[in-house]
């Protein structure tokens, strides 16, 4: 699966608003929390630590809500279409050069 960095302010805070039949990941560095307004679909959000190792992940989100992690050290999310992530497991490690799902 392809996976977009999001590098900008307004990269991060458009996401993937507005998007319909996403095929494709959104990697939002340095982040502990997101929101699913004016978005078309459900997606599952990943928590990962520097390393890309799963710290938690909340399947099938709903538009609309607000997702907040609360840890204490830098973490990265991952935004994936809904229900793509049920072969993620919390302590996986993920590369995200070549992340199947």
Known sequence: ?????ATSFKDKLI????KKNIDYGLLIKNCKSIH???M???IDVILLDKNNKILKIKRNVKPNKII???HKKRTNIL???SNSSF???INDILDLNNLKL
């Open 1 to 5: 699966m392809k996976i977009v960095i």
């Open 87 to 89: 072969n993620l497991n």
């Open 40 to 42: 078309l679909e459900n």
């Open 68 to 70: 907040f992690f609360n």
């Open 15 to 18: 996401g993937l608003m507005n």
């Open 36 to 38: 699913t307004f004016f």
């Open 79 to 81: 935004e994936l279409p």
